[in-house]
């Protein structure tokens, strides 16, 4: 019997892939001493998923051959080396893996912000390195029936939603049919936005007037009541992966938030298919 760890890093490699310009490259290529980019993002993934530093990560992966084989190593990077590279794959490849590991989409979604804790590292190094806010908030796009992440966005200020939402929107633009959020979303340019972009609001109105309980009482229950996946999805990520972010620095973090949602994304792939 195939265990989910190695059935899921069957489905890592595959989107991993599926993100890189070089997908047929070796996985150590032959006397050029380095590892494929693949590779690499496979390996920060497997990281991410065993909740381990980048030195204890070696030192498990080191002691599973079959895992190695799925990937086809036959040698291990030094901990310090998969750190560097942990910066030196881009922001957009990251973000390319986690549309690759969101392959079940409705149209149909949600969005909504939590915060991870920035409290990993020292109370000394926070302090030298300014953290003003202890925690990164985090906005999810989530399918209300498949309950795969879409997209993600991470800011360390305090960006409100109403600015937050139509960027994120307006990524996903092309799958997206309908999208319920709640009052903090409120906005007409936001709505505007949506209707010419053929995608259904289900955004509750502040209460100003009687117009705006009229137009929460036209709309769909059921479809809005189902934004409240987005928090099932964020406990699940949280209880599973952890509820903190380890790096140290805030464009790291930011890529650790991405990984954190693909991987979530792809073990839910290999539970449910």
């Known amino acids: ?48 998923e065993l909740g381990k530093s980048y030195r204890q990560t070696i030192d498990l992966l080191s002691e599973m051959p079959g895992i190695l084989d799925e990937i086809g190593l036959t040698r291990l990077p030094h901990f310090t080396v998969l750190r560097d590279w942990f910066e030196t794959i881009s922001v957009e490849t990251y973000r390319a893996f986690l549309g690759e590991s969101a392959e079940k989409r409705t149209g149909h979604a949600a969005i909504d912000s939590t915060g991870f804790d920035r409290d990993q590292p020292s109370r000394y190094y926070a302090t030298r390195k300014h953290y003003r806010v202890r925690s990164l908030k985090v906005t999810a796009l989530v399918d209300v029936k498949t309950l795969y992440v879409y997209d993600v966005h991470c800011t360390t200020t305090k960006k409100h939603d109403v600015k937050i939402g139509p960027q994120v929107a307006r990524r996903n633009a092309e799958d997206l049919r309908s999208l319920a959020a709640d009052r903090g979303y409120d906005g007409k340019p936001f709505r ?32 809005y009541n189902r934004r409240w996946m987005v928090e099932t999805v964020f406990s699940s990520i949280k209880r599973t992966l952890g509820s903190a972010v380890r790096a140290r620095s805030w464009h790291l973090e930011f890529r650790e938030m991405v990984l954190k949602c693909a991987v979530y994304n792809l073990r839910r792939m290999v539970r449910y298919q």
Not at 192 to 221: E, F, G, T
């Open 1 to 48: 019997m195939v265990s989910e760890f190695r059935l899921l890093t069957r489905e890592i490699v595959a989107k991993a892939k599926n993100v890189v310009e070089n997908p047929d490259e070796p996985a150590t290529p032959c006397g050029v001493g380095g590892f494929a980019e693949w590779a690499m993002l496979t390996l920060q993934a497997l990281r991410i």
């Open 192 to 223: 505007d936005d949506l209707h010419l972009d053929r995608i259904r609001p289900l955004i509750k109105h502040r209460i100003y007037s009687s117009l705006d309980r009229a137009h929460n009482a036209r709309m769909s229950s059921r479809w």
